[in-house]
């Protein structure tokens, strides 16, 4: 806890000397344009968001409850105006070089903070239900949002070091929320010492790095120090980083975390989890790896291949066996996550853009996902993929939603994970990344495979084959506090799913403009481009 | 025009779904009868418009759809596209017809079926790769709910077996469209053919190979075919007449139109082999029909032997051979999916299809003589009889391949002989003799006292049928509205190599 708001702080004091610098205005001059404070108003926004919430949970339970979700909505509504309005702005460090928001940054900030609101959404009935302080859990969720955000666009190892842990502290708050549930408790503790050790090891692959360097700490300055270091001591600061990145994304073999967090923690922090901690992961991964250790191309390459064929393989092989549905969700993530560092591994402007889309459409495949899996467990109180058997009788929203967004993660036309998935194949392709490829159309099919079982106990199995919680099933009913939100998020998912296949050339040129934009990308594919011909 | 025979199917099918309030079985039926009527009409009205002494693509419609990815929709109609639209237009109505006492989920089901249809005609008309793989996944789960909710008593694992072939099918398909597309250097996922100059002969092989295994468990091709018979026997008979009759060609037009068309020097490099592969397939299909208890399985094994032909028309790859293969396609539609619809009236008339059981059942007064009659129709044109649409296909591959591959056409012709051996073990015990529905006791005198009286077939219940065997009977003795229709396009195919070699200025293999 202690360490949350030391963190909160630090980014309290660096909100308010950005509030400051808006404050005087462009006009006044040096201070503003050396700190080009602007850059973080999205962030500015969420911090104001969490503060007010924390304010308005003193005012008590009844009045949290009221306020706290429009509060939140505001905020991070407020937030993705601010992004939209950064995208293609002109490029300015700020914080003397410490944070920059380029369009990658952008893209990321905006997935992390809809996966924010869409939790959010999911959250408000599971929390009411769990007699917790709801303003509470808004505001740890909103810091984590924070730490998140503020690790998609650091350019510098102190503030990647600093929004990391605030988003990590967060989470471990996040994982043990339901204290009375030793299953959460277990997952806190777990996510809690995992999670440290990742730290510690990050630190002290920042601490060669600034060694090698020479002292410095911003990223840029290292990857030109570290085009002349050639010391053995660079593989080794490199495999820290890595594994740092490993463990964020929940790569194979860093992922024992993984399965037994998003078993015991609240299902809608799972669900903020497996996608915004994971977009900030990958931002931090392209960060580090493409800005910093571009001269060890080969080498981050090489290693991310082996970590991308492993979460592949096992993601999606141990999915099959699991009982449980977080379970499964959990180990499906692992394979997701496999497919997207194809893209990275690539380097191409297709593999980059590729990643960024298939963030873009696992944020609402995902999430529609988890919204259903809420829903059916807010109604039952069961997680088990066997009790879903029979369950289109009762439940046809739920069953609908849930098919489609499995069918989506599954890469089955016409849905959005189809074309993400098609996108990054394509893009491993034309990269003659064939061993990532082949391993991610095998596992493809293995996932297919579980995602259709449980589309199979929904859909297929009779009334009289159905399980005891379906035909126990309570009459649907919207009107209990915080249902409506849940519908919505549960709604807007699917049909963003569903629809967004058909309709993705918008998409796809968000994600290809998101890499037009972003200064350290070009510079790699230009590298990529030039080595071939060399 | 072409997108009309997607958007009617497609509509149909969201708008079936979307209904809202209750809606009546038969309501439901009638609308989607309407549907697959109005796509009919429209394919003819598409044929029509057609015009048969055009070699090349026509209709054709196009727009970007999504570009990073070489994703344009175009679609475009040839003589080899056009009859099979217009057999997936007729045998998507007939299996709506022939779907009765539907007891469950109407709404889904009649969805389903227009779903299917609509992404068979994308495949069909499609002219980009992507978007032909689009369309060819599109139908993997409508189907595999067609099975798995509407079949038999094993249906979860026949659904799962052919959903998970099916899948693997296509990812090697779409592993194969990439490699072709990118291995050039720049996303072009249109239709051509490949040269020597641009991919080595190698790299072509290795692609064409995935694509050819991945068109044989579609199609379904010996060793890759267990999935049909499973699904075959689960499936209800509606949904076997669509896949036997719809669905398989699929797979046959993938391989004449992707790999006999993009892949012209790999597969003439390739075709002694497949013609060998054809003719395992024909003979072991037509072996393991002759060992059938079942009578769809044995249908479903003659189906396994029926489409190895194709191949082997494929792989001679002569004008007449590849005219041959269309009007496979088109009176294999049509005869496996009348023999399914039989077996499924014998099925639902006598609650059984073992062949070891029935018995007599061409009795005149208390089984079923029509049925029987249009079986045995059915059965001859299966096996090749002349004056039906199975004679004419089935000579003119054999005509087509004989000097090209002369020992696997004298093996696939054994094969074809062997269609009959099958089909008459499968008519003289089923339909002669004495009648029976019940295993016999062993006991003559108890045997002889069961008095059977299958209930009647009403007309209604035959009439899809009765239209089936006329089309049969029909495109055998008029086959020359086919051959127009098809003869410019399937030459052009078979002249491809030729062309491709005399572009490369040289011999094939030197």
């Known amino acids: ?534 | 025009m072409l997108s009309a025979l997607l958007l009617i199917p497609f509509a149909g099918a969201l708008g079936l779904l979307c209904w809202p309030g209750e809606l009546a079985t038969e309501r439901i039926r009638r609308a989607a009868l309407g549907l697959l009527l109005l796509q009919l009409l429209w394919s003819l009205r598409v044929l029509l418009a057609f015009d048969a002494s055009d070699p090349g693509l026509q209709l054709q419609e196009s727009f970007a759809w999504v570009d990073s990815i070489g994703l344009d929709y175009r679609l475009g109609v040839d003589g080899l596209a056009m009859p099979l639209v217009l057999v997936n237009a007729a045998l998507t109505l007939v299996s709506a017809i022939c779907t009765r006492d539907l007891s469950q989920r109407p709404r889904l089901y009649f969805a389903l079926l227009l779903g299917i249809s609509g992404a068979v005609n994308g495949a069909f008309l499609s002219e980009n790769l992507l978007l032909f793989f689009l369309f060819y996944e599109l139908e993997l789960i409508p189907l595999w709910l067609l099975i798995s909710i509407w079949g038999g008593a094993n249906r979860g694992y026949a659904a799962t077996k052919f959903l998970i072939f099916t899948a693997i099918s296509g990812f090697l398909i779409l592993g194969a469209f990439l490699g072709l597309a990118l291995v050039t250097g720049q996303a072009d996922f249109g239709i051509h053919p490949v040269t020597t100059a641009q991919l080595g002969m190698g790299t072509q092989l290795v692609l064409l190979g995935a694509l050819l295994i991945g068109f044989a468990i579609k199609i379904p091709l010996v060793p890759f075919h267990t999935w049909l018979p499973d699904a075959h026997t689960e499936a209800s008979t509606p949904v076997s007449v669509l896949l036997a009759g719809v669905l398989l060609k699929l797979g046959t037009y993938g391989l004449l139109r992707f790999c006999l068309g993009m892949f012209p020097e790999a597969w003439a490099l390739l075709a002694p082999w497949l013609a060998g592969w054809a003719a395992v397939s024909v003979l072991y299909g037509s072996l393991a029909a002759i060992a059938q208890r079942d009578m769809k399985r044995m249908v479903a094994y003659s189906s396994v032997g029926h489409m190895g032909y194709i191949l082997l028309a494929a792989a001679a790859a002569t004008p007449v051979s590849l005219l041959g293969a269309v009007f496979q396609m088109v009176s294999h539609g049509l005869i496996s999916a009348l023999l399914f619809l039989l077996v499924g009236v014998v099925y639902r008339k006598t609650r059984t299809r073992d062949l070891e059981v029935l018995r007599g059942l061409l009795n005149p007064e208390r089984g079923l003589p029509f049925t029987g009659t249009l079986m045995i129709l059915g059965v001859m044109a299966s096996a090749g009889m002349p004056g039906m649409a199975g004679f004419i296909s089935e000579f003119l591959v054999f005509r087509g391949s004989l000097a090209a591959f002369p020992v696997a056409t004298l093996l696939c012709m054994v094969g074809s002989g062997l269609t009959a051996v099958y089909f008459l073990l499968l008519v003289n015990r089923a339909f002669f003799g004495r009648l029976a529905v019940t295993p016999p006791s062993g006991d003559a005198v108890a045997d002889s006292r069961l008095d059977v009286r299958l209930p009647a077939v009403a007309l209604r219940e035959t009439l899809p049928a009765l239209a089936l065997a006329s089309g049969v009977v029909g495109l055998g003795v008029l086959p020359w509205g086919l051959g127009k229709l098809s003869e410019q396009a399937t030459t052009a195919m078979a002249q491809l190599p030729a062309l491709v070699a005399a572009i490369q200025g040289g011999g094939l293999l030197s």
Request: charged share 10%; hydrophobic share 55%.
């Open chain 1, 1 to 534: 806890m202690a360490d949350l708001f030391l963190a909160a702080a630090s980014s309290v004091t660096t909100a308010a000397s950005a509030a400051e610098a808006i404050a005087s205005g462009l006009g006044t001059g040096a201070l503003a344009l050396q700190l080009n404070a602007g850059a973080i108003a999205p962030e500015v926004a969420v911090l104001l968001t969490l503060v007010v919430c924390l304010v308005v949970d003193l005012a008590g339970e009844k009045a949290a409850s009221r306020w706290v979700p429009p509060i939140c909505y505001g905020g991070l509504g407020a937030s993705l105006v601010l992004l939209a309005l950064q995208w293609d702005s002109p490029l300015e460090p700020s914080f003397l070089g410490s944070f920059l928001a380029d369009n990658l940054a952008i893209a990321f900030r905006a997935v992390v903070a809809a996966s924010t609101l869409i939790s959010l959404l999911l959250s408000w009935r599971y929390v009411e239900r769990s007699g917790t302080p709801m303003g509470e859990y808004a505001a740890i969720l909103l810091a984590a949002t924070l730490g998140a955000m503020f690790l998609c666009g650091s350019t510098d190892l102190v503030s990647i070091f600093i929004s990391l842990e605030t988003l990590s502290v967060a989470s471990y708050l996040l994982a043990g929320y339901m204290k009375r549930d030793a299953r959460s408790s277990e997952a806190a503790l777990k996510y809690l010492l995992v999670g440290s050790a990742a730290a510690a090891v990050f630190l002290y692959g920042a601490s060669l790095l600034y060694g090698l360097s020479g002292g410095a700490t911003s990223l840029a300055t290292i990857g030109v120090a570290l085009q002349t270091s050639a010391s053995p001591i660079t593989a080794l600061a490199l495999v820290f980083v890595l594994a740092t990145v490993a463990f964020k994304i929940a790569a194979v073999p860093f992922h024992q975390w993984t399965p037994d967090v998003y078993e015991g923690s609240p299902t809608p922090v799972v669900a903020f989890l497996s996608v915004g901690s994971k977009a900030a992961g990958f931002a931090l991964a392209v960060r580090l790896l493409v800005g910093c250790f571009e001269s060890f191309d080969a080498q981050w390459k090489f290693l991310f291949t082996v970590l991308a064929v492993l979460s592949m393989v096992l993601g999606n092989v141990v999915a099959l066996a699991q009982t449980s549905m977080k379970r499964m969700l959990a180990y499906s993530s692992i394979g997701q996550a496999g497919f997207v560092m194809i893209g990275l591994v690539c380097g191409t402007e297709d593999g980059f853009s590729a990643m960024v889309l298939y963030m873009a459409a696992y944020l609402f495949m995902n999430l529609g996902a988890f919204a259903c899996i809420i829903l059916f467990s807010l109604r039952t109180g069961s997680d088990r993929i066997a009790d879903y058997a029979g369950l289109y009788q009762k439940d046809p929203l739920i069953t609908l939603g849930l098919s489609l967004c499995l069918l989506s993660l599954g890469g089955i036309p016409p849905m959005l994970g189809f074309f993400g998935k098609i996108y990054l194949f394509f893009a491993g392709w034309a990269d003659h990344q064939y061993l990532l490829v082949v391993v991610g159309l095998v596992t493809s099919v293995v996932s297919i495979y579980y995602y259709i079982s449980v589309i199979k106990m929904m859909v297929v199995k009779e009334p009289q084959e159905a399980s005891d919680v379906v035909k126990a099933y309570p009459a649907i009913t919207w009107n209990l506090a915080g249902m409506q939100p849940l519908r919505a998020a549960l709604v807007g998912c699917v049909v963003i799913t569903a629809v967004g296949g058909v309709l993705s050339s918008p998409l796809f040129d968000w994600a290809s403009s998101t890499v037009a934009g972003t200064p350290i990308l070009q510079q790699a594919i230009a590298a990529a481009a030039i080595a071939p011909l060399g």
